[in-house]
């Protein structure tokens, strides 16, 4: 085990780098309700369906923003560790969505985001009392 100071210091890079995780996911989502058309391919018309689906999205992205805002706030480990792992793979699995849309931004950006997240997250486990 690691010193008390390593491992706070995991504890807060971790906190801040999955807070900026699901704040950039939340941004983009409150974003897809006001304009869909910032998320569409160029030359697609925004339907019903669209905005529907950026309703369902919503509804998804800012509760879990808020309760992992919340961990945060309560320096919970085992709820950051948790809530971060499902930030990472959220990022991991937009990747494939800017693949799909042959967008680099949308593929690299999530990606970058998804490395450093587990990143931080399998060094604050490997110097933490979370249970192993």
């Known amino acids: 085990m690691k010193s008390l100071a390593e491992e ?20 983009f989502t409150i974003e897809g309700l006001i304009s869909p058309k910032l998320f569409l ?14 309703m369902y999205a919503a509804t998804r992205i800012v509760p879990l923003t808020l309760v992992t805002l919340v961990v945060i706030y309560k320096r919970s480990q085992l709820g950051l560790f948790v ?22 931004g949308k593929t690299v950006g999530p990606l970058i985001l ?5 990143t ?13």
């Not at 809530?83 to 680099?104: N, S």
């Open 8 to 27: 706070q210091k995991y504890i807060t890079v971790a906190s801040w780098v999955t807070a900026l995780n699901v704040l950039t996911a939340c941004g």
């Open 41 to 54: 391919p160029p030359g697609v018309i925004v339907t019903d369906a669209a905005v529907i689906f950026s």
């Open 83 to 104: 809530l971060g792992l499902v930030a990472g793979f959220i990022q991991l699995l937009d990747a494939p969505i800017g693949v799909y849309q042959h967008d680099l």
């Open 114 to 118: 998804a490395a450093l997240q587990f």
């Open 120 to 132: 931080v997250l399998y060094k604050m486990r490997k110097t933490s009392q979370i249970e192993k």
